[in-house]
Structure formats: C-alpha cells, structure tokens
C-alpha cells in the first residue's frame, strides 16, 4: 500500500529509511513538491545563465602527448585558477564505456525499491558500498532531490564481488581509465606551482577513490527543488560524467576579476567529453591558487538525470597542508595542516553550505578583519 505520508515522519522513513529513495516517491505519482524538499528561496534554481559553448571550449588532452603540450598545461592551469571546473575531449576513454556507464546507472536505478535498499548503510555487504539519497538527510534543512550508490575501490576483486551487478563491470572499467588521466592532470598542475612530487606521493594524494552513480528523478517543479545544493568536493581532483540534460552549475567566485563574478554558469553538456573539476584539497595543497569550485545541479521535470562522478581523494591518514614551496613562495600559509580523516568527518558531519567544508583548513588571518 502506497503510504500517505500524513506526517514529515511517513515521507522522510519511506523515502530515507526504508531505502525507496526520491525515485520510490516520484514513481508514486506525485503531483507536487513535498515540504521536505522545498528549497528556501535564496537556494532555488531559478535563472538559468546560459554562457556560450565557445566561452568555455573544452581540452583537447591528447595534445598533452604532442608538439602543443605546454599550451594544453596552460589551458589546464587556467581553468583551475579561475574556475575550478573544465571538461576535456580525447582523454583516452572510449565513449562505448562513457554510454554503458549511463545505461549502468539508470539500469541499477530502475532495481525494484527493496533490490537497492539492500546496499542501505548498515546492511550493506560491504562498507564499500552505499546506496542513499540526498547528503546527509538528518542534517539537513530541505532534502535534495537526488539518490545515489556508492562505490569505494579496495580491490578489483573487492569490486567485482561487492559492487552491484548492474554497474560493477564497466564502474571498475571507468575507474581505471580515470587514474591514469586524473594522474596526468594532476601532474601537469602540480609541475605549475613549481614543485616536483614523487609519483609515489601523487598517489597518495589519490589513494581513495569511488564512483558514484547519481540519479536525478524527474521534479514536478524544479523551481523549488535542488538535485545538489552548493558545495564543493571535498578531494583532489573529481572525474564527471553526465548525460545530455544539463543542470551543472558552477560559481564564478567572487574574487575574480572576470565578468561573470558570483554568477552562476552552467557546464553544458558536450558529447563524449568528460568534465573535471578541482576539489578542497588541491585547494588547500596548492595554497588557494587553485580553485575548489562551488557547484550545484538544477532538477528536470522532463526526464530523469544520471551523472557517474569518480572522487579521488587522499588516503584517509594522510595529513594535508599547503606545499612547503608553495608557501615560501606566497610568504604566507593560507590553509594549516589537517588529517585527512578528520577533514572527511567534517565534510560528510554537515548539509552542504557552498564552500564551507574548506572553514575547517583555513587560517583566518589576523590583518584581514
Ligand atoms: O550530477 C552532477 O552533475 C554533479 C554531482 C556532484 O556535484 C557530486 O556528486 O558531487
Ligand atoms: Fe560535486
């Protein structure tokens, strides 16, 4: 029997505890916007600024191999100094995998409710993996429309055995392919804030890493709804593939002197292209040079979104701190030196507030009142 959710309580223990997830509650017929999921106005969605394809041209990085290299780096280097958020074309991944990876998702959306509720935190198989929806539901103020799985990397053995049917092969498949491009870009803007890094130390910085697969229920009003409400991500650098509806919102910040300041710029949707973007801690790494972006992504009424972001994020021990050089440098440390862990606790301890995360790393500086 469909529940009548009478009560904040029968919706949020349908929806959150029970495991059905946004989608369990659209495919109830809704006709409109539960309270729990009406955003408060100044985090609504409403203009949608489109900015022109050409202003933002994706990067060729197979040129990263060639004669043009150092204008490719350059490119790269910019859009994570202004940015924070650019999409690459010929980065090595075959667009049959980017296809089945969307098919994947909506296939392990489209389980029956009680299929993926077993992948529930807390009766999961493995903590490697977790099926939720929103970020943090207990914490937040307006749920997000979105409901995600999870899937940690321990082994490919791990993965094969634990990860869902569905999605496992081609998760895993997509999962390689990514480490040696997020390695390569890594590189290239490590190199630019003069320091060198041992290959070893860059895999620290990426010792974890997980897919996710996002799914984006159709809304019947997306005016008032988020799918993600403004955040960053909290690693090194993110690894995103979306589907051709569009709805990814990136914040030009403040502080830069393009422009578009404070506005909000959509990343279109571009066929085959993969889009990257800077998390926290290459912020906090490269002191502040380069941009952990404030994103968000709008909810469609027409059809249901899936997006497979890749985290890569440093191992959980690992202590993080602007590099030394870096700080030399810039004569000033803008960002203290914070274990890992307890920055991840941080993260995932609060409903998503734009850049906040990055509150916890920060000096304030005293000259700067
Ligand atoms: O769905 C998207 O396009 C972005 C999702 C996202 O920002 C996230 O999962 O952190
Ligand atoms: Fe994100």
């Known amino acids: 029997m469909a529940p009548s959710f009478e ?9 959150v505890r029970d495991g059905n997830g946004v989608k369990g509650m659209v495919d109830l017929g809704l006709s409109k916007v539960p309270e729990q999921y009406i955003q408060p106005p100044h985090e ?3 203009k949608l600024n489109a900015i022109s394809a050409d202003e933002l041209p994706p990067i060729d990085l197979s040129k990263l191999d060639g004669p043009d290299h150092d204008q490719v780096a350059d490119a790269i280097v910019n859009a994570a100094e202004v940015l924070g958020f650019f999409q690459v074309v010929n980065h090595g991944m ?4 980017l296809e089945s990876l969307k098919n994947a998702a909506h296939d392990f959306f489209g389980l029956a409710p009680e299929k993926k509720a077993a992948y529930r935190k807390g009766v999961s198989p493995s903590p490697y993996v977790k099926y939720g929806t929103s970020f943090v539901p207990e914490k937040e103020k307006a749920l997000e429309w979105k409901d995600y799985i999870s899937m940690v990397y321990s082994s490919d053995v791990d993965a094969l055995t634990y990860w869902p049917n569905e999605c496992k ?3 895993l498949e997509y999962l390689k392919f990514s480490t040696d491009m997020v390695k390569k870009i890594l590189k290239v803007l490590i190199a630019k804030l003069g320091v060198t890094l041992e290959d070893s130390k860059i895999d620290t ?6 897919v996710n697969m996002n799914f984006y229920p ?3 009003d997306p005016e008032l709804t988020v799918g993600v409400g403004r955040h960053s991500d909290m690693g090194t650098l993110t690894v995103l593939l979306q589907d051709g509806i569009g709805g990814l919102y990136v914040k030009v910040e403040e502080d830069m002197d393009a422009g578009k300041k404070g506005e909000w710029i959509e990343i279109s949707p571009v066929p085959g292209a993969l889009v990257i973007n800077i998390g926290d801690t290459l912020q906090i790494l490269s002191n502040g040079r380069y941009k952990s972006a404030e994103h968000r992504v709008r909810t469609t009424s027409t059809k249901s979104r899936v997006s497979v972001p890749i985290f890569t994020i440093p191992k959980q021990t690992e202590r993080i701190g602007p590099l030394p050089e870096v700080v030399k440098n810039d004569g000033v440390a803008r ?4 274990v890992f862990e307890d920055y991840m606790n941080n993260f995932f301890g609060n409903a998503h507030e734009g850049k906040k995360s990055l509150e916890y790393a ?3 500086s005293s000259t700067s009142t």
């Open 7 to 15: 009560d904040g309580n029968s919706l949020f223990n349908f929806v």
């Open 44 to 46: 609504r969605i409403v």
């Open 94 to 97: 075959p667009v049959e995998l």
């Open 169 to 171: 092969e081609v998760a």
């Open 205 to 210: 910085l990426i010792g974890l890493r997980m």
């Open 218 to 220: 159709t809304c019947p």
């Open 335 to 338: 960002y203290r030196e914070v």
């Open 362 to 364: 920060q000096i304030i």
